[in-house]
């Protein structure tokens, strides 16, 4: 399977994508891009249509809760307005005049009855005291009206009943809110006799509140015109002075109505109000946006949903069509992917004569040429390899051949004609081998043979200032090498090997089996090299320049790299004064089989 996370070092990239891919996609992308667009564009026509109808919706509905105040307030006030006529005016005005703490209270209490939404009425006196009306009964409390923080609001409103809102009351039961009204009595003269207050319960006004129930997280305070909170939603906030946010309804809140957005952190709100024409209250509500929109977000889902569905219709048809287009054009980069240059291609019966194809015509046809050309081409190769390698074979050859005969004329020289008859018969041996395995692999056993013959001979130029050790791993002697591949480094490791100290010369030869393959070291304790020498060593193996004094390695290397390729290694470490190795490393192919040893 192809890797497109590889393809040419540039990863998958949109020019790498399969053909009918870019199609599907660039279909996909334009079917969604149009869907998109209109159920954007309805989505927002729709909202902004619902948007509009809500905020005309939610004034329209505090109106009605002030209406529904309005009544509750207005009968309330029609209490009073009853107790301030005649008879009860009359009745009313003797008892803040007789009656004092402690007194007969039986008339008073049959005089007020108490309706629903009464929870009780408060009498105020001049003396201090305060008679209190409850359903339970009756009883007096030591309470001053000037000592309450309402008094103040009371006085102003001379006359007329004054509307206190949501007050806590001691009066009756365990303290409590209550929606309170409080009225001034006057004697004959125009003095204030005392106060009269009307306790009523919250439970219709939570009903009327209720009535406009805008869901979870809405709030609802209900203000009068001095913008004191009279009933809040929210605990606490009764008779606290409502403050609007800044910037919020520039007209400051003087119309009949209003609505404005608002955002606080991430959440939207909606604010609205409605002004009551006769007691000019307020009721102000803040609805999470999200609460009245949870129709449009549900069509906002259900468009996505069928939005996501189409263009996933889309995809598959998209698929379909471009995969059956596109499905000859996939099947030649198939055959290009798999293109097979050792066997010629074969002819399509079901060829087709249009654009693809012809495109199909022409690849079979060229891909037959490169056929062709590569067979030329691969024969052309392993000839010129194979005449390579004996090239460098012959250079190994005359120059191996001219230091034996140099060795053997020296001893002659100085008379030593058994150890010349010795030299001459290792001689026949290595020119018998040579003549065998003149480009074979053969046993490493058979080549450090080869070795210790070349060293006999070696010995006579050097005597027992020559000394060569051999550590070789016992499984290596049955793996195959190329031939002649030791020598040229052994007879350097000899020439340049020599100690400055005594002298001598003093070389082993390591062959080792690792990861890698075989491994083989030729380590010699001579003069070395600087490193500037080094780097010209190997510039000269990697050109393939090889002088008088460096034929061996340059010919090594080469022989190596054309057998072995890449997994064929030479590696030089020299330093001055501290000797020099040489390492081989190369692939260990399997064993030959019947090659004949030296005798």
Request: net charge negative; hydrophobic share 40%.
């Amino acid at each position: 399977m192809r890797n497109f996370t590889t393809l040419n070092g540039k990863g998958w990239t949109y020019t790498n994508w399969p053909f009918a891919l870019k199609l599907s996609i660039i279909f996909c992308l334009l079917v969604t891009v149009v869907v998109s667009l209109l159920g954007i564009h309805s989505y927002v026509l729709y909202r902004k249509s619902m948007q509009e109808q809500i905020e005309e919706f939610v004034p329209r509905m505090l109106s009605q809760v002030n209406n529904n105040l309005d009544a509750y307030v207005e009968e309330m006030l029609s209490v009073y307005r009853t107790i301030l006529t005649p008879p009860y005016n009359q009745f009313l005005q003797g008892f803040f005049d007789n009656l004092e703490q402690g007194g007969n209270d039986r008339d008073i209490l049959h005089t007020f009855k108490l309706n629903q939404s009464m929870v009780g009425i408060v009498l105020y006196t001049k003396s201090g005291s305060a008679f209190v009306r409850s359903a339970e009964g009756a009883s007096w409390i030591d309470a001053a009206y000037e000592n309450e923080p309402w008094f103040k609001e009371l006085e102003a409103q001379e006359n007329d009943p004054s509307i206190l809102g949501i007050v806590k009351q001691h009066f009756i039961g365990s303290e409590s809110e209550n929606f309170t009204i409080a009225q001034p009595v006057y004697d004959p003269e125009g003095k204030m006799a005392g106060v009269m207050m009307l306790l009523c319960s919250l439970d219709t006004v939570r009903k009327v509140v209720q009535q406009a129930d805008f869901g979870k997280g809405a709030l609802l305070d209900i203000v009068d015109r001095q913008n004191k909170v009279v009933y809040s939603s929210t605990s606490g906030k009764s008779g606290m002075v409502w403050q609007p946010l800044e910037g919020l309804f520039p007209d400051g809140m003087n119309a009949d109505s209003g609505s404005q957005l608002v955002s606080f952190g991430k959440q939207e709100y909606l604010i609205s109000y409605n002004r009551s024409a006769n007691s000019g209250w307020k009721v102000v509500s803040t609805i999470p946006l999200a609460n009245l929109s949870e129709r449009t977000t549900s069509v906002l889902s259900r468009s996505v949903i069928w939005t996501i569905a189409g263009i996933a219709l889309a995809a598959i048809v998209a698929s379909f069509v471009t995969y059956g287009m596109t499905n000859r054009l996939r099947t030649l980069s198939m055959q290009l992917r798999k293109l097979d240059l050792s066997t010629a291609p074969s002819k399509d019966s079901n060829e087709q004569r249009d654009e693809i194809g012809h495109l199909s015509i022409a690849f079979r046809d060229m891909t037959s040429r490169i056929h062709t050309l590569d067979q030329e081409v691969l024969e052309s190769k392993l000839l010129r390899q194979e005449a390579e390698i004996r090239a460098l074979q012959s250079q190994m050859n005359p120059h191996f051949l001219y230091n034996v005969l140099e060795t053997i004329r020296m001893t002659l020289v100085r008379e030593q004609p058994d150890k010349a008859e010795n030299a001459l018969v290792a001689l026949g041996r290595i020119v018998r081998y040579q003549a065998s395995h003149l480009a074979d692999l053969v046993p490493a056993s058979q080549e450090l043979t080869f070795i210790s013959h070349l060293i006999s001979i070696e010995k006579l130029r050097f005597g027992n200032r020559l000394q060569v050790d051999f550590d070789v791993q016992p499984e290596c002697l049955d793996c195959v090498m190329p031939s002649f591949l030791i020598q040229p480094l052994v007879e350097n490791a000899i020439k340049h090997g020599i100690s400055d100290y005594d002298f001598s010369i003093q070389i082993l030869v390591r062959m080792r089996i690792e990861e890698q393959g075989m491994v083989i070291h030729v380590i010699d304790e001579g003069k070395g090299m600087s490193s500037e020498r080094l780097e010209q060593v190997f510039d000269a193996m990697r050109v393939g320049a090889a002088s008088e004094n460096r034929i061996g390695l340059t010919n090594v290397y080469q022989r190596i790299k054309l057998i072995y390729g890449e997994l064929g290694e030479l590696h030089v470490d020299s330093a001055e004064g501290s000797g020099t190795i040489v390492t081989l490393r190369f692939p260990i192919p399997k064993p030959t089989q019947g090659v004949e040893p030296i005798g």
